[in-house]
């Protein structure tokens, strides 16, 4: 599976911006998603993961209550709505995609991936 994201940009502290991923090549319902945010100098880590249903979803602790993560499996596509931006979520956003039927969140865990959308965060 091909993964496009986009969405990313300059915002102000206390902003909003909604990241989109486009799949391509095979059938998106049958992998989880994941966001992952990797920030200089450090590890990359996952925000939110949620299901091939969209069911089930994952938050990380810094994100609860201002990221949500959907889906919409007829557009092949995967959304990560991120309100109330500190400067802290500056990073270089990644969505994802894994074939377990388990929801995961481990960065090894996914073997597609996209090329990443710059956030940054001005305070």
């Known amino acids: 599976v091909q993964l496009q994201a986009s969405g990313g940009g300059l915002v102000q502290a206390g902003g909003s911006l909604r990241l989109s991923c486009a799949a391509s090549g095979r059938t998106f319902s049958n992998y989880n998603m994941g966001w992952f945010r990797q920030a200089p100098g450090k590890d990359r880590e996952c925000v939110a993961a949620?299901?091939?249903?969209?069911?089930?979803?994952y938050y990380g602790n810094s994100v609860k209550g201002r990221f949500t993560i959907s889906r919409d499996n007829a557009k092949n596509t995967v959304y990560l709505q991120v309100n109330s931006l500190k400067s802290e979520d500056t990073a270089v956003y990644y969505c994802a995609a894994d074939r377990s039927t388990v929801l995961r969140t481990r960065v090894l865990a996914y073997g597609y991936w996209g090329q990443g959308t710059l956030v940054t965060v001005s305070s």
């Open positions: 949620i299901s091939r249903s969209g069911n089930t979803t």
